[in-house]
């Protein structure tokens, strides 16, 4: 029994060994390859002869700790330990086969800092990541069979960020001797949290990915992290984008030949401007919507536009869709909103659709517009109320009712017959 016992200890110091032996060397072939790609007069041959060569040893290395009996997780530590993962981090190519392979590793170091207790090495981990995620904030040097990975990386790594928020301090605030604030020090405070970086250069160009996902868990880290709260706060990156986004569909809409007259554009970017105001800290959601109202939903209800009852019709249609409680709150709280439900009322030729919408809203949010109601005081200089609006909806409809729901089914079961 003790001799097995030794025997196992035995084999298990050589695989280590082993293992130590084809990291030494793969870091020699790595600095190889950075060296050769960095010299500016270089054939196209020589330079693929580097990057196969580099390749080859990456191969060989995967299939060495496929012969471990403990699998990859000790191989990962140990090439985060030995730095070779820092190395391979630094790597940026568009060599199909190159890229592949340090996909191969870096879904292995997801799947291990996911699974895994990383307290130990998280420093390491996010400085990594960070060199790793930096690599790909330049969209124009990006081909298109990269784009697919990098997106998904992104959603991994708000997972781990999650785990370990302090990742988030690590890329916002690097030590001043770390190999992230080397990276970042020649750049402006914006461009210094590489995801985000990521998903807004996805949203510049429209990419054909959707970032909804992605914006809503990212931003929603700030409930964890101060520094990223901070760092929101004073950047306005993303609702100065997402604001010129509705602006544009809006333009487009307005400008543009009849058959590109389109409301999707402007409903997709709202939506995400009502998830982050509810899932992020109180402030950054008080400055979110506060740009939405004043650059967008103002600019939209004051001017006569020509679309303008299809795109606030759109906004209702959203908040129905979606649970958006501060949203909403905030919507029926706005003057020019509530004054544009009156007009409308006024307009035999939309009352389908505004009924329609209204009985959408109230089906799915009913418990929280009728407390809205009930607990909304009308100061004495507010023209119009939510609760003006429902007694207003059951003039127009002759309902002797005070169930908002059962009015609206009733007044689309008859299909407006009393109109």
Wanted: hydrophobic share 40%; aromatic share 10%; glycine share 2%.
């Amino acid at each position: 029994m003790f001799i097995k016992q030794n025997d196992s200890i035995h084999e298990k110091n050589t695989h280590k060994f082993q293992i130590d032996y084809f990291l030494e060397r793969l870091k020699i072939h790595i600095a190889e390859y950075v060296e050769v790609s960095l010299q500016k007069h270089v054939s196209s041959i020589q330079e693929k002869q580097n990057t196969d060569k580099l390749c080859l040893k990456l191969e060989e290395l995967s299939k060495r700790i496929e012969e471990q009996e403990s699998g990859y997780n000790d191989v990962v530590l140990r090439m985060i330990e030995t730095n070779v993962y820092m190395m391979l981090a630094t790597i940026q190519t568009t060599d199909y086969n190159l890229f592949n392979q340090l996909t191969i590793y870096f879904k292995k170091l997801v799947t291990y800092t996911l699974q895994e207790d990383c307290l130990y090495t998280v420093n390491q981990v996010g400085e990594i990541f960070g060199c790793h995620l930096h690599g790909f904030t330049k969209y124009p040097l990006l081909v298109a069979f990269q784009l697919p990975y990098i997106n998904r990386l992104i959603a991994n790594i708000i997972r781990i960020c999650k785990k370990y928020p302090i990742i988030l301090q690590i890329w916002i605030l690097p030590d001043g001797d770390s190999k992230l604030a080397t990276l970042f020090q020649s750049l402006p405070n914006n461009t210094r949290l590489p995801m985000y970086q990521i998903i807004k250069n996805f949203l510049v160009v429209d990419s054909p990915l959707d970032q909804t996902v992605n914006v809503v868990e990212l931003i929603s880290l700030t409930k964890v992290s101060n520094c990223l709260d901070n760092w929101f706060l004073q950047n306005k990156d993303l609702v100065n984008l997402l604001s010129n986004k509705c602006s544009n569909s809006i333009f487009q809409m307005e400008n543009l030949d009849s058959r590109f007259h389109n409301v999707t554009e402007f409903a997709k970017y709202f939506k995400m401007f009502c998830l982050i105001v509810e899932n992020c800290t109180p402030q950054i959601a008080q400055t979110y919507y506060n740009f939405f109202e004043t650059q967008v939903l103002n600019v939209v209800l004051h001017n006569e536009i020509r679309h303008q009852h299809q795109l606030a019709f759109s906004v209702l249609q959203t908040i129905a869709e979606i649970t958006t409680i501060k949203t909403m709150e905030r919507v029926f709280d706005n003057e020019c909103f509530t004054s544009w439900i009156k007009i409308v009322f006024e307009e035999v030729e939309n009352l389908p659709n505004l009924f329609i919408s209204l009985s959408n809203l109230f089906s799915k949010h009913e418990e929280i517009l009728v407390k809205l109601m009930a607990t909304k005081i009308k100061p004495s200089d507010e023209p119009y109320s939510i609760e003006d609006l429902r007694l207003k909806a059951m003039k127009v409809c002759k309902r002797d009712t005070t169930e908002i729901s059962s009015f609206m089914a009733t007044t689309l079961k008859h299909q407006f017959k009393d109109l």
